[in-house]
């Protein structure tokens, strides 16, 4: 088991949930499914390494600045792999918007 890293919640109301994450080298999120489709945004270079389900892995890096979205129900651990802190902002889309 690796050390965590430190989850900071920005904003969290009823349509959306802004979490920073901040990571050491070996730092990880533990094991989480996301319930929300959700956006990251790389505020660091991210050397991420991905545990996900079946014992795979795969390494990818989220230069600083950059931007992607996934759907709910991804299943993962997210570890830093790099030799530097790292850090994102995550954003949970909790609900559609109202028109």
């Known amino acids: 088991m690796r050390p965590a890293c430190t989850a900071t919640v ?6 959306v949930r802004v979490t920073r994450f901040d990571f050491v080298t070996g ?3 533990g094991w989480h499914r996301h319930g ?3 956006v990251i945004t790389a505020i660091t270079d991210c050397p991420m390494l991905l545990e996900e389900p ?3 892995t795969r390494k990818v890096l ?3 600045g950059s931007a992607y979205r996934r759907n709910a129900g991804v299943e993962h ?3 830093n792999d790099g030799t ?3 850090c994102f902002i995550e954003v949970e889309l ?3 918007a109202r028109g």
């Open 10 to 15: 920005l904003v969290d109301d009823d349509r």
């Open 84 to 86: 530097a802190p790292m």
């Open 77 to 79: 651990n997210v570890v």
């Open 62 to 64: 989220v230069p600083a």
């Open 27 to 29: 730092e990880e999120t």
């Open 36 to 38: 929300h489709d959700y």
């Open 54 to 56: 079946g014992g795979a």
């Open 94 to 96: 909790k609900e559609p």
